[in-house]
């Protein structure tokens, strides 16, 4: 997990680099994704497939990305803007 206040002026850029995003449920994970993609696509970042598995007995859900970053603004609106969708509880 990437620390981007105490880590931003050791990072280069652009920056590869994997998201976790853990979801409370499994309900809307095809609107998750869908809701994930489009702030990528929105936000201009180039990304992988999104991959995830259920967890905790299908309490939580966990997707996967592998991302690049050319800038630390960008990276830490695309960390604001998914932590902030509904049921999202964490983005590592």
Known sequence: MIDLN???EEL???QDTSL???VAGTEDVAFQQAAIESILTEEGISYGAVSGDARKGGKFYRFYLKLRFESLESMRRVHTRISQLN???AVL
Request: zero cysteines; a positive charge.
């Open 6 to 8: 105490a880590a931003a």
């Open 12 to 14: 280069e850029f652009p």
């Open 20 to 22: 976790r995003i853990i």
């Open 87 to 89: 049921g999202v509880k």
